[in-house]
C-alpha cells in the first residue's frame, strides 16, 4: 500500500538521539500516511533492540557491517512504499508538523525538487541550512586548515547561505542531508545515492545531479527541526575518521564533477599544506622546553593524514 512519505532513518551507534529523533516523529507528525524505516549500521549499542521494544510500527533493517551513509540510505529507499522519502538524521529532532509542512508543500510544487527544511540548533539559534556548491578554494580552506579551530573567513562564510530566513521559499543549490524531501521518482531516476562516497558530500552530489537533470533544491522554511550538531555520535566522535571521510568524498565529488585534473590539483595543494603544518609542529614541539599536549595531538594527527589520507 502506499503511504505519503517514508521516513529513512540511518543510524551507527546513536541509540539515545535515536530514541529521541523516532519518538519526536510520531509526536509531531499527523494527518498523513507514513512509515519510519531504520537502516541500522552494525551498530553495537543495543540501538536495534530498543527500536524492537519500543517502536513497534518502525521497520527495521540491520546491516551486518558499516555499509556508510548512501548504501544504508538506498537500502531503506528500495523497501519503502512512500510517495515521497523524507531523509533524517538520527542526531535530530522532528518539530511540529515539520514533516506535515514538507509533504504538504512538495505536494504543490511541480517538476523535479529536492526541499529542505530549517534546521536549528539544540539551543534553539539557526543553524546553516543550505549552501552552494563547493569549489577549489571553499574546500581548501575548509579542509586543508582544519587545525585553526572554525576560522572564519569571507570565502567560507559566503558558501553559506544564511541570508535565508525571511522568505518562506528560496532556490538554493544544495540542502544538507540531515532532513530533506523529494519525489521517490525523482530519487529512482537520480539512480539513488552514490554508493562510492562512504559518508560526507553524498548530499551535495545528489543536489547537484538533480540540478544537471533540470531540477531544483529548494529551502523551505516552515518546515522545521532540530540537529544536534557536536553531540557524541559514533565516528563523528573520531576526529581522524571524520576529516579522512571528508577529504576522500571531497576528492571523490571534484574528480567526478569537475574532472580528475581539477581533483588531482586539489589532493596535491591540501596534501602540500599537511605536510608544511606536520614540518612546523615538529619543529616547534622540538624547541619548545616542555611539551604541549595539544600540539602534539595534532601532530600525531597531521602525520597520519599526510601519510594515510
Known amino acids: 500500500m502506499i503511504v505519503d512519505a517514508s521516513v529513512i532513518v540511518v543510524n551507527h551507534n546513536t541509540k539515545e538521539l535515536l530514541r529521541k529523533c523516532l519518538d519526536s516523529i510520531y509526536k509531531n507528525t499527523n494527518n498523513i500516511t507514513f512509515e519510519v524505516i531504520v537502516v541500522d549500521n552494525d551498530s553495537s549499542d543495543g540501538s ?4 524492537k521494544n519500543e517502536f513497534h510500527r518502525v521497520k527495521t533493517i540491520t546491516n551486518k557491517e558499516n555499509l556508510g551513509f548512501a548504501r544504508a540510505n538506498n537500502i531503506g529507499i528500495r523497501k519503502s512504499r512512500g510517495k515521497f522519502i523524507v531523509a533524517l538524521n538520527p542526531d535530530t529532532v522532528v518539530l511540529s508538523n515539520a514533516i506535515n509542512n514538507l ?3 512538495m505536494n504543490k510544487q511541480s517538476g523535479d525538487i529536492m526541499v529542505g527544511g530549517k534546521i ?3 539551543d534553539g539559534s539557526s543553524q546553516c541550512s543550505c549552501w552552494r556548491f563547493p569549489t577549489f578554494l571553499s574546500k581548501y580552506l575548509a579542509q586543508a586548515l582544519f587545525l585553526i579551530k572554525y576560522i572564519r573567513n569571507p570565502i567560507s562564510e559566503k558558501m ?3 541570508i535565508l530566513g525571511r522568505d518562506q521559499v528560496q532556490e538554493v543549490d544544495w540542502v544538507s542531508g540531515c532532513f530533506f524531501g523529494v519525489r521517490r521518482n525523482t ?3 537520480l539512480g539513488l545515492f552514490d554508493e562510492s562516497i562512504f559518508l560526507y ?3 551535495v552530489d545528489l543536489c547537484l545531479r538533480l540540478r544537471k537533470l533540470g531540477g531544483k533544491c529548494l529551502y523551505y522554511r516552515r518546515s522545521m527541526i532540530k540537529h544536534f550538531t557536536g553531540a557524541p555520535r559514533s565516528e563523528r566522535d573520531n576526529t581522524r575518521f571524520r576529516i579522512v571521510a571528508g577529504y576522500k568524498s571531497t576528492v571523490y565529488f571534484f574528480k567526478k564533477h569537475r574532472g580528475k585534473m581539477y581533483a588531482y590539483l ?3 595543494t591540501v596534501k602540500i599544506t599537511w605536510l608544511l603544518d606536520f614540518t612546523i609542529l615538529l619543529i616547534l614541539n622540538a624547541i619548545t622546553f616542555f611539551k604541549v599536549p595539544k600540539m602534539i595531538d595534532k601532530m600525531k594527527l597531521l602525520g597520519f593524514l ?3 589520507a
Open 48 to 51: 536495534v533492540t530498543m527500536v
Open 103 to 105: 509533504i504538504d508543500f
Open 120 to 122: 536549528l540548533n539544540f
Open 160 to 162: 553559506k547561505m544564511n
Open 187 to 189: 530519487m529512482l531516476d
Open 201 to 203: 558530500n553524498e548530499d
Open 266 to 268: 586539489f589532493h596535491l
Open 306 to 308: 599526510v601519510i594515510y
